[in-house]
T-cell receptor, first 116, second 113 residues
C-alpha cells in the first residue's frame, strides 16, 4: 500500500532556530499534500494545502511567514517552522493525496517538535 | 467552523465489550471517514462511508451514517486491549481536493484487559 514518510520523527530545538520537516510519498506521486498540527489530546487542525509547483494555500489564522511550505517535487513537501518558539511545540502530521480517484488520504507518521 | 463533534470524549470499557462512538457534522458531505490514532503516532484509516450509504462493515467495525441528522457512529465489537487509541471522524473540508479534511475532536477509547 501507499506509504508516506516524515523526517525527522522527533526534533528538539532552541527557541529562535528554524526547523525543517520533510514529508515524502514513497511509492506514489502526490500533487497535493496537506499539513496538520495536533496539540496534546486534541484533534488535528489543517494548516495548509501544499500543491506541487505552486504556492501553498494556508488556512485562516496560520502565519505563512512562520510556517513555510515548499512542494518542490511530486514526492516531497517540506514544512519549515521559522524562528521557532515554545508555543510552536506540537505534533505535525502530513498527508498525501493519491491519484486515480482514491477517496482517502495517506498520512505520515508525524513529527514531534519540542522548542525549548 | 469546526465540523465533527464527537462524543463521548472518553470511553473506558472492559475487553469483550462493545464500544460506540458518535460524530456529528454541520455541512453537507459526500463521504465521512473514521481514523484511529495510537498515542503519539500517525493516523490509520479505518473506514470510509459515502453519503448514499447508511451502514458499512469492516471486520469488527460497523459504521453508520445518517445524513438527515448529520451524524455517524462507529461501533467496535468485542473490543480488545489493542483497540485502545483515539478515534476521529473526518469530513471533506470543501474545495476541489477530496483529501482536505476536517477532523472531529475525537474519542479516547481505553479498553481494559
Amino acid at each position: 500500500g501507499a506509504v508516506v514518510s516524515q523526517h525527522p520523527s522527533r526534533v528538539i530545538c532552541k527557541s529562535g532556530t528554524s526547523v525543517k520537516i520533510e514529508c515524502r510519498s514513497l511509492d506514489f506521486q502526490a500533487t497535493t499534500m496537506f499539513w496538520y498540527r495536533q496539540f496534546p489530546k486534541k484533534s488535528l487542525m489543517l494548516m495548509a494545502t501544499s500543491n506541487e509547483g505552486s504556492k501553498a494555500t494556508y488556512e485562516q489564522g496560520v502565519e505563512k511567514d512562520k510556517f513555510l511550505i515548499n512542494h518542490a517535487s511530486l514526492t516531497l513537501s517540506t514544512l519549515t517552522v521559522t524562528s521557532a518558539h515554545p508555543e510552536d511545540s506540537s505534533f505535525y502530521i502530513c498527508s498525501a493525496e493519491g491519484t486515480g480517484g482514491l477517496e482517502t488520504q495517506y498520512f505520515g507518521p508525524g513529527t514531534r517538535l519540542l522548542v525549548l | 467552523s469546526q465540523q465533527g463533534e464527537e462524543d463521548p470524549q472518553a470511553l473506558s470499557i472492559q475487553e469483550g465489550e462493545n464500544a460506540t462512538m458518535n460524530c456529528s457534522y454541520k455541512t453537507s458531505i459526500n463521504n465521512l471517514q473514521w481514523y484511529r490514532q495510537n498515542s503519539g503516532r500517525g493516523l490509520v484509516h479505518l473506514i470510509l462511508i459515502r453519503s448514499n450509504e447508511r451502514e458499512k462493515h469492516s471486520g469488527r467495525l460497523r459504521v453508520t451514517l445518517d445524513t438527515s441528522k448529520k451524524s455517524s457512529s462507529l461501533l467496535i465489537t468485542a473490543s480488545r486491549a489493542a483497540d485502545t487509541a483515539s478515534y476521529f471522524c473526518a469530513t471533506p473540508a470543501g474545495g476541489t481536493s477530496y483529501g482536505k479534511l476536517t477532523f472531529g475532536q475525537g474519542t479516547i477509547l481505553t479498553v481494559h484487559p
